[in-house]
């Protein structure tokens, strides 16, 4: 992560932008405690479709061993703490008193050679610090591990769980003995209401780990590497107030967004006899509009009907990075398989986000 930071945010927009926690939560926070609690009910009660969810991402427990040791831990030494901290890209530069805060109640956990840390499945609640050692992050899928990546001193993880206030998406276990620090979600959100400058950057990193969690689904398997890079870079962060239309009826245009506070809503264009139909794409969730792939015009509007912001790919990015890969022009066909089609070149689903 680089050192130019956006804009601090006023204070005025706090209780719009707050990075979201697991309830319960300390407000301000973009995810009431009650309207968690609202979208999990109606989760249960709706399945989502099949095609919709990515195997590969899926945050549903996985079988564990029942005799995995409880790690030895300690109150972590303020000095220490510190200074792990310090080798964080995300919190180096920060005031003292804000490293201290989040040090204050930390926990130094000793991780044996082989042990985990958590598991695919578990309450994301807190988010750790590597203070010496490696460890490894995989998944279970059909009965085998599937690593993912390493993280060893001065790398946090465990941020995107808080953020998203999902389960965890994988395990993590110690590569030779392992020391790290653990800091609580409701440690790091106290923080978030007075310090401006890691609230901005936490809604960086987290905008930022919603498009990349994006271009790495299936919707861009056979995107090499390159192009999904240059895909990441055109990514733009937008801002909506509420009633700002994104598209018209009649309107020729692609669009590919991510939304990552708020909801859009797309009305369909009412038929003679008949009220519009509504349909709604909420956080963690993209939008696709590939009208001007198809060359016809879009039937419906899409817009914010309150504050909502969006990390969106516009339409002459988009259209340049189709000209450069061809291997892009396949995604109004594979759309389809993997999101909800909610109109003739309208599709929406989710980002495939992991919970680390």
Not at 176 to 182: A, F, S
Not at 193 to 210: G, I, V
Not at 296 to 318: G, I, N, Q
Request: aromatic share 6%; charged share 25%; glycine share 6%.
């Amino acid at each position: 992560m680089d050192d130019n930071l956006p804009p601090i945010v006023p204070s005025s927009l706090r209780t719009r932008v707050a990075v979201p926690m697991p309830p319960p939560v300390l407000r301000p926070s973009l995810i009431p405690h009650d309207v968690m609690q609202d979208a999990k009910r109606e989760a249960q009660a709706a399945p989502v479709p099949e095609a919709v969810l990515d195997p590969e991402i899926r945050t549903a427990p996985i079988p564990v061993p029942d005799d995995i040791p409880v790690l030895g831990h300690v109150t972590a030494d303020l000095e220490v703490g510190l200074f792990a901290l310090t080798q964080v890209q995300l919190f180096k530069d920060l005031p003292t008193a804000s490293l201290e805060a989040l040090v204050k109640d930390a926990v130094q956990l000793e991780v044996p050679d082989g042990e985990r840390l958590f598991n695919e499945g578990d309450d994301a609640v807190s988010f750790f610090v590597v203070i010496d050692g490696t460890l490894e992050l995989f998944r279970v899928r059909e009965g085998r591990e599937v690593r993912m990546r390493h993280v060893s001193r001065g790398e946090a993880f465990g941020l995107f769980g808080l953020f998203s206030a999902q389960l965890r998406a994988a395990s993590v276990r110690a590569i030779g003995d392992c020391t790290v620090l653990e800091i609580s979600g409701e440690r790091l959100q106290a923080l978030l209401e007075t310090d401006d400058q890691l609230h901005a950057r936490l809604l960086r990193f987290y905008r930022e780990r919603t498009v990349e969690g994006f271009m790495a689904s299936k919707l861009f398997a056979d995107i090499d590497s390159i192009a999904r890079a240059r895909l990441i870079g055109r990514f733009v962060h937008q801002e909506l107030e509420a009633g700002v239309t994104l598209l018209n009826p009649g309107e020729v245009g692609n669009l590919l967004a991510v939304v990552t506070h708020g909801t859009l809503v797309l009305e369909e264009r009412a038929q003679a006899g008949k009220p519009p139909r509504h349909f709604e794409v909420t956080q963690g969730q993209f939008l696709a509009v590939t009208c001007a792939m198809s060359g016809l015009p879009s039937r419906m509007r899409v817009f914010a009907p309150e504050y909502a912001t969006l990390s969106v790919l516009p339409h002459k990015d988009l259209h340049e990075l189709l000209r450069d890969y061809p291997a892009l022009r396949a995604m109004p066909a594979r759309l389809p398989a993997v999101a909800n089609q909610l109109d003739r070149d309208v599709f929406c689903g989710t980002t495939g986000v992991p919970g680390l």
